[in-house]
């Protein structure tokens, strides 16, 4: 299981997925666009571009499926019943959580996180920029949890990062192609997304 706010999906969560599903020799990998982002706090783009470009991005990964169910939750949207639902519909399946070192460092704040780590392996990735390094987490300060390290070549980039280069309307083209998919690059050109106000 991979979630995120994919505000746009960029580079770094393609090289992820690839990362996990060989690292960890995973038969599947889902990934759930987050519906009602409560931790993040601005106001996200509307779901239904974030699912088209979470499908563009990771269109022809074999094993790799995009899952609107927490899209589709009405009200807040909680991993730990995300993967209650996995649990029960593939009884048996080992469960992996898959995130980048930021989203571990803020670990226990995640709603019934103990749970979490009952119900899953956890899967890290580092990340690159100094601000969204995983400073502050230690596995060994969770004895009761299972983690599997992931090993990810630094990759700099963050949505925030293509948002902000999305907002100059001359910048759009060539300034995320580095960042983003072909295809998600053309999609938010196509639909202005992030401009400027
Ligand atoms: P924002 O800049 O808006 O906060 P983001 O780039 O962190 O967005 P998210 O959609 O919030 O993207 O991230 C989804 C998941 O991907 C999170 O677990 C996050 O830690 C991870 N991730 C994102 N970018 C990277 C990166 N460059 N390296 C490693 N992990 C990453």
Do not use: Q
């Given at each position: 299981m991979f979630g995120g706010a994919?505000?746009?999906?960029h580079n770094a969560h393609v090289a992820l997925v690839q990362a996990a599903m060989a690292q960890l020799q995973l038969d599947e990998l889902r990934i759930f666009p987050t519906?009602?982002?409560?931790?993040?706090p601005r106001v996200l783009t509307p779901a239904q571009h974030r699912l088209a470009m979470a499908r563009l991005a990771f269109?022809?990964?074999?094993g790799v499926v995009v899952d609107d169910r927490e899209m589709l939750r009405a009200g807040p949207t909680y991993t730990i019943d995300t993967l209650r639902e996995l649990a029960r519909e593939q009884p048996g399946a080992q469960l992996y959580l898959i995130m980048g070192a930021d989203q571990a460092r803020a670990l226990p704040s995640w709603h019934r996180w103990q749970d979490l780590l009952r119900a899953a392996t956890i899967s890290i990735a580092e990340r690159q920029q100094p601000e969204r390094a995983?400073?502050?987490?230690?596995?060994?300060?969770?004895?009761q949890g299972r983690f599997a390290p992931l090993q990810l070549p630094p990759m700099p980039v963050s949505a925030t990062q293509v948002r902000a280069l999305a907002a100059k309307p001359h910048n759009t083209a060539q300034g995320i192609a580095q960042l983003v998919p072909g295809p998600v690059a053309r999609y938010i050109e196509q639909h202005h997304l992030y401009l400027a106000p």
């Open positions: 994919f505000d746009p999906p519906g009602h982002a409560w931790h993040k269109a022809g990964l074999p995983g400073a502050g987490f230690d596995a060994k300060n969770y004895p």
